[in-house]
């Protein structure tokens, strides 16, 4: 299991995180949602070993994620940026090379790569730069790279920890992205997501963790977490809260089309 344990952070004198209790189990997918600002990012950027929090402790199986080499942490658990940035000019298959261990036999590398990028839709692309491919192109190899380097691993039970995966996407290949982490559940890894987009973490997630100003206010399942009361306290705006005829929560934004912004807005 990946946790956080009373986990605080700050940045100077700004903090980010206060007291915030995490857990993510193997074969679950838990998404981290709320407002700009609420921390969510930053709380997956210290679970994942980028930032050592200021309070607190993460733990992976029981040992400190702090105590774990970076070589033992890759095969553990394979984090997506926000906004994952290239150095070079690599092609989208020399992209997701970059995240196999060397110890990996050639063969079972490219049949990896193969496979993923037949997965995120890229097979076509796998020899162009990926300095030239839109926005979206771009995010997807980024996603295969990190599932690459998860499934290299060849052991059930690591974290994929994706922060916003479908920002850049239209709405085909968000779907495809979720359908993807879903099959890593699963396989029998534990997925860390930060979602802006609600409805995709009500129709998605195992478990929702609801954070606003650095807490976490809700962590259960998406039924019991968005609320139309909660919504629009953390939002500050009106959210009307539906249910689906599959029972789970559809999350609508009430607004007048010829209501004024307020003034300086």
Do not use: W
């Amino acid at each position: 299991m990946l946790q956080a344990l009373g986990v605080g952070h700050s940045f100077g004198r700004t903090e980010v995180l206060r007291d915030v209790n995490v857990r993510v189990r193997p074969g679950e997918m838990v998404a981290l949602c709320g407002p700009n600002g609420a921390g969510k990012s930053t709380l997956l950027a210290v679970m994942a070993g980028d930032y050592a929090p200021k309070q607190g402790l993460v733990q992976l199986d029981g040992r400190s994620v702090a105590d774990l080499p970076p070589n033992v942490l890759a095969r553990r658990r394979a984090v997506l940026e926000q906004a994952p940035s290239l150095s070079a000019g690599f092609t989208v298959r020399e992209l997701l090379a970059l995240g196999i261990p060397r110890d990996v036999p050639p063969e079972r590398a490219n049949v990896l790569i193969r496979e993923t990028l037949r997965d995120v839709a890229l097979t076509d692309r796998a020899d162009d730069n990926c300095l030239i491919l839109s926005g979206g192109q771009r995010h997807r190899a980024h996603l295969a790279r990190v599932l690459v380097q998860l499934a290299a691993s060849d052991k059930a039970g690591g974290y994929l920890m994706l922060d916003e995966p479908t920002a850049s996407l239209d709405i085909a290949h968000q779907l495809a992205t979720m359908r993807i982490a879903r099959r890593a559940v699963r396989l029998g890894d534990g997925v860390l997501v930060v979602l802006h987009d609600l409805n995709l973490a009500a129709a998605f997630a195992d478990r929702v963790v609801l954070m606003h100003e650095g807490r976490v206010v809700a962590d259960g399942a998406g039924t019991d977490v968005f609320t139309t009361e909660r919504l629009s306290a953390i939002y500050e705006t009106e959210i009307a809260v539906e249910r689906a005829g599959n029972g789970r929560p559809r999350i609508v934004p009430v607004y007048d089309p010829d209501t004024q912004p307020a003034h300086g807005a």
